[in-house]
């Protein structure tokens, strides 16, 4: 399964702007719930301990397969991906940096891929 | 006095949220490239970062959007992708909920991945400021990071796919979403979410309109939370036998 080798054109505007508008509405939604609405009166506990791990659940989900399986190589593993995955992955974990794993994880994406041609 | 503690709050905004410009610039122009090669114009790209401000949830729309997927597969994936921010606000909800509505509404609309480290590393590091300083701060963090995702979503749009491949810009997503979870992995609880995140993904990949990601998230999630009651329950992070 590689993922967006073809690139399909967007051709439906009417799903388009469908998908603008409700996105928009409903990520504006997902900001404003607690700040605007329910403020600090108390949520079931289950429901926060759910969204505690809303972001390390869904954005390895969506990561995992771009680096297996790059849409730039036809969705063949492609080493110097990996190794800056790897990287950037270790740096961030140690360190606690975000922009420095961001910065090491792009130097060895750019030096692999120059050592490897 | 408060107006200069204000006008301080400001700047240390201004100067934690400049240097995630290096990332901003690179995602947007990469979404702007992306959504052209998708055959978006530039009014219908710009409107997606303006109307939807959140780079990961685009990318997954347009690429969903260009797989023809039913429009309720492309809002429920891009909504779960943005269902973190929820969780910003409920974390930024006790330090911003006594600012007047109008200014809420506002900060709702700002908040995103960068804008969120910013400030809730920063309230933690400075328990005596108060809601004026707190309000200062976030609207001082995210003046370098905002109107820099439009300007670049605009510029990566007006480039279209001039850009070479040799730039491996592809890989400014993986790498800033990798960056940004990584430090977060500080749990057994988010590391047996993520882990079994990757895995489900993984094992999902195959589903049709990237429904993987769905079952991913649910089962990253219920994941987490049970691993945290359990260790809840038994004391120094210990399961009992």
Redesign the interface.
């Known amino acids: ?1 590689n ?2 080798t073809d ?6 505007k009417t ?10 509405l ?3 939604g ?7 609405l ?3 009166r108390a ?1 079931p506990e ?1 429901v ?25 190589t036809g969705g063949d593993p492609d080493t ?2 990996l190794l ?2 790897a990287v ?6 140690i ?5 420095a ?3 090491l ?2 130097v060895t ?2 030096s692999m ?1 120059w050592l490897l041609g | 006095m408060t107006h200069s503690t204000t006008r301080r709050a400001f700047r240390k905004g201004l100067q934690d949220g400049a240097p995630f410009a290096v990332v901003i610039v690179p995602f947007g122009l990469l979404f702007g490239v992306v959504a052209t090669n998708a055959g978006l114009n530039v009014i219908e790209a710009l409107s997606f970062s303006i109307v939807v401000i959140a780079g990961a949830a685009q990318f997954t729309a347009v690429q969903l959007l260009s797989e023809n997927a039913p429009t309720w597969v492309v809002l429920a994936s891009a909504l779960a992708v943005n269902l973190r921010m929820a969780m910003y606000s409920a974390s930024l909800t006790p330090h911003l909920g006594a600012a007047p509505l109008w200014k809420r509404a506002i900060i709702a609309y700002f908040l995103v991945d960068q804008t969120y480290a910013c400030a809730h590393m920063a309230y933690e590091k400075n328990p005596d400021w108060g809601l004026p300083e707190k309000l200062s701060y976030f609207f001082g963090a995210l003046a370098p990071v905002c109107p820099l995702w439009y300007a670049a979503t605009f510029a990566g749009a007006m480039v279209g796919n001039t850009i070479p491949p040799e730039m491996a810009l592809d890989f400014a997503v993986p790498i800033t979403f990798i960056a940004i979870i990584a430090p977060m992995l500080n749990t057994g609880a988010h590391r047996a979410a993520a882990l079994v995140s990757v895995a489900m993904a993984l094992l999902f990949s195959g589903l049709p309109y990237n429904m993987g990601l769905l079952v991913a998230a649910v089962a990253g999630m219920v994941t987490g939370a049970e691993v945290e009651r359990r260790m809840a329950l038994a004391p120094f992070g210990r399961v009992p036998e």
């Open positions: 399964m993922p967006a690139t399909a054109l967007i051709t439906d799903a388009l702007w469908t998908v603008i508008v409700l996105l928009g409903g990520s504006y997902l900001r404003f719930v607690f700040l605007g329910i403020g600090n949520m289950w926060l301990r759910h969204l505690r791990y809303t972001a390390v659940a869904v954005l390895p989900a969506l990561v995992a397969p771009l680096v297996l399986w790059p849409s730039a110097a991906r800056a995955a950037t992955l270790v740096v961030g974990y360190t606690r940096n975000v922009l794993a961001i910065g994880g792009a994406l750019y891929l």
